[in-house]
């Protein structure tokens, strides 16, 4: 017996440290680019499709499958929401079940794509009819077509602006500080409100570096072939300088790890906080949650740029799984639900991805600010920044090195802004050198 | 023919028969659920796969040496210790309270279900419920004001020298009842006259639990023990839930969630899970060592 002890606690031991399982991957192939029927006959069953959308799951999205029975009668559309949705689909992409229609997670790398996600069309089919498809494209071939245009900034409320004596709009990052100590000095509000906690939110910094680059080349053109990228001047370490100051002069909430993303929509509704670094999509959530929408401004992100570029950027891309069952229904689906639900300007608070679509009324006031798409990649670059990105452990659109430079800012660490920088852009050179080996 | 009626055959035939029937279940549960995934996870752990891509290369013992030679990935075992020190405090309490309830008290039953409450409770549930005890004004600091220790707030979660200690803190009020339960039974299990006799011969309570009860679950203790070690090497749900290893509350199994799940690098994790591994199981076979010498 004492003998069989040692034995079951090694067992037991390695039972309890077993918890980190990952599946297998079963690779399936099925017939991915025949022609998809479309004729209304063969268009009938079930599908299912997947959302993030936990908050509308059960109202809105009920609606468009009633809308859309009416059109094609016999299909039975499913949904499933999921919270964590990222992580949840990739990991149910090692098995064949993830919904018929669903959003291609963003951090699928695009070479992939093809061996999950079934081809929607063709380049040269889809090109005038739909924008910013190039993100999701493999060989000329369309995998996935945005469901939101959205545009990134600083959404804040005019009225706590206006108490706080604030007059003319910042346009610089230096007039941005000013009117967030005005804020501070003021009014009660929380000039800047990170929700550090949620960590997300964090991660909605990294949209605005278009516009303090002031160009739509820098992303996916410039940076992969620079060594420079967290050098002070160069886009990123002026984007996050904005954070670590607001930091740094005591302009955020007082405690950020504790935070609540849901409580702040209604905070900033209601004029407990100023501005919040956040993309289009939160804009109609957060007008929702009072009485006085007007009051909800957008601010394009402060930069000292000669022009002022707001990046249009598509929110996530709508896919089929390649092992469908019902393919005919599920292209039915999205061809409805990106020509007639409406969901981009109701639901998502930006444009349809529609080549004709119209800027939102909030943006009245931009005249002169220049709304764009960014440039893709070059031939052969597709996808080097979220390469360089893993491979160097930095996450451009994580919220790990956010979290630092709020820490850093407040004092809770020892290093300096300098110090992050430098240690993110050793990172990065190390990185890119290895994968341009 | 005559074999086909289990009750025909011979008592250590059925014997057998029915060992094997009963067990063959919970054997091929934990064959899929507990051992298929380790031995996957080792596989895994010699490869560049992402987490989902079909394709992946095997890269010999490279994410292994990666892991050695870069001290970033070892350094948050700092943080471990914080979660090491809580465990004898969390066994102390735990020893203390079953040692008391084991005796005549008042109210003993609520006290049990109330000090194993918490156990049951989910991780997700008691990590939402601690961030709102320790927000600025929430529930510790208004206790604290309440009693009249308001200048001695601080910032629970801000504070990176004193977030680990809120958050072993949590843990400990997690995991204890467990701990206490297990203490319980065992001392609940050493005879009722042995008790009697020490009373005859005039013994105090302290010198009843020094010489009776300690004795009796020393095997107990070491187990707890163990347990609890390699619960802190591995401290992982309370600090995810809460900071998500924010702020300087960084556990090494977070970090290996992080590298598996926001960088795809799943064969780095799996690594990082086989070294994690590896440590605990030398903690555990160091502890037997060291008790060997005892018997």
């Known amino acids: 017996m004492r003998k069989n002890k040692g034995w079951m606690m090694l067992l037991t031991m390695l039972l309890i440290t077993s918890l980190l399982a990952a599946c297998s991957s079963g690779g399936g192939s099925s017939q991915a680019g025949e022609e998809i029927s479309t004729d209304s006959a063969d268009i009938k069953g079930e599908i299912t499709v997947l959302t993030q959308r936990t908050d509308i799951v059960d109202t809105v999205f009920k609606d468009y499958a009633a809308e859309f029975n009416k059109e094609y009668p016999d299909v039975k559309v499913n949904f499933q929401a999921l919270a964590d949705y990222e992580g949840q689909v990739k990991i149910r992409m090692s098995t064949k079940d993830y919904g018929d229609v669903l959003m291609i997670p963003t951090s699928v790398p695009i070479a992939d794509i093809p061996d999950f996600f079934e081809p929607l069309g063709t380049y040269d089919e889809l090109k005038d009819k739909y924008t910013a498809i190039e993100e999701r494209m493999v060989d000329g071939q369309v995998y996935g077509i945005p469901t939101v245009i959205t545009f990134s900034g600083i959404i804040y409320n005019k009225q706590v602006f206006k108490d706080a004596g604030v007059t003319e709009l910042p346009k610089t990052p230096e007039q941005f500080q000013a009117a967030l100590q005005l804020v501070k000095d003021n009014t009660d509000a929380v000039p800047l409100y990170t929700n550090y906690a949620s960590g997300w939110a964090l991660t909605q910094w990294e949209s605005d570096l278009p516009t303090v680059a002031g160009s739509v080349d820098y992303v996916n053109v410039d940076q992969p072939n620079t060594d420079e990228n967290f050098v002070p001047g160069q886009p990123h370490y002026e984007l996050y300088k904005v954070l670590y100051d607001a930091a740094k002069n005591g302009l955020i909430e007082k405690d950020p790890t504790t935070t609540d993303w849901e409580s702040s929509k209604a905070d900033l509704a209601k004029g407990k906080i100023a501005t919040m670094a956040l993309g289009s999509w939160a804009i109609t959530q957060i007008q929702g949650m009072t009485d006085t929408p007007d009051d909800i401004g957008f601010l394009p992100f402060p930069t000292n740029a000669s022009e002022v570029v707001v990046p249009l950027s598509a929110d996530y891309n709508i896919g089929m799984n390649v092992n469908s069952e019902n393919k005919p229904a599920a292209k039915a689906w999205i061809d409805w639900f990106l020509a007639k639900s409406n969901y981009a300007v109701e639901q998502g608070g930006g444009m349809d991805a529609d080549k004709n679509a119209e800027l939102p009324p909030i943006l009245d006031q931009y005249k002169d600010v220049q709304f764009s798409t960014l440039t893709p990649a070059k031939e052969g670059q597709e996808g080097l920044v979220d390469k360089i990105d893993n491979e160097g452990e930095i996450g451009l659109w994580q919220p790990d090195f956010k979290k630092r430079i709020i820490e850093a800012g407040i004092g809770n660490r020892k290093e300096s802004y300098d110090d992050i920088m430098k240690d993110l852009n050793d990172k990065w050179v190390k990185a890119r050198a290895e994968l341009t080996k | ?295």
């Open chain 2, 1 to 295: 023919m005559k074999y086909l009626k289990v009750s025909n055959w011979g008592y250590s035939a059925q014997r057998i028969f029915i060992i094997c029937a009963f067990s063959i279940i919970p054997l091929a549960l934990l064959f899929t659920f507990a051992y298929l995934p380790v031995i996957n996870m080792f596989k895994y752990s010699f490869t560049d796969w992402n987490g989902y891509s079909k394709r992946f290369d095997y890269v010999g013992f490279e994410n292994y040496t990666r892991i050695f030679s870069d001290p970033e990935y070892f350094k948050v075992f700092i943080v471990s210790l914080y979660y090491f020190v809580a465990t004898f405090l969390q066994m102390g309490l735990a020893l203390y309270f079953a040692t008391i309830l084991s005796f005549k008290v008042r109210g003993k039953n609520f006290f049990k279900g109330i000090l194993f409450f918490p156990y049951l409770l989910n991780g997700v549930a008691i990590g939402f419920i601690f961030l709102f005890f320790f927000k600025p004004d929430g529930t510790l600091d208004m206790l604290m004001h309440a009693v009249g220790l308001g200048q001695y707030t601080q910032l629970w979660l801000g504070n990176p020298n004193i977030i680990n200690v809120s958050l072993a803190g949590a843990s400990v009020w997690r995991y204890m009842g467990f701990n206490f339960i297990i203490f319980l039974g065992a001392i609940s299990s050493i005879p009722k006259d042995v008790y009697e006799a020490s009373d005859i011969d005039g013994a105090n309570r302290w010198q009843q639990f020094r010489h009776i009860i300690l004795p009796s679950i020393t095997r107990i203790l070491q187990l707890n023990l163990i347990l609890a070690i390699s619960g802190a090497i591995s401290a992982f749900d309370i600090p995810y839930i809460m900071t998500d290893g924010s702020n300087g509350s960084m556990t090494f199994v977070i970090q290996t969630v992080h590298l598996a799940f926001k960088y795809g690098k799943l064969g780095l994790a799996s690594a990082m899970a086989v070294v994690l591994l590896m440590i605990v199981i030398l903690v555990t076979l160091v502890q037997r060592v060291t008790m060997k010498g005892e018997e």
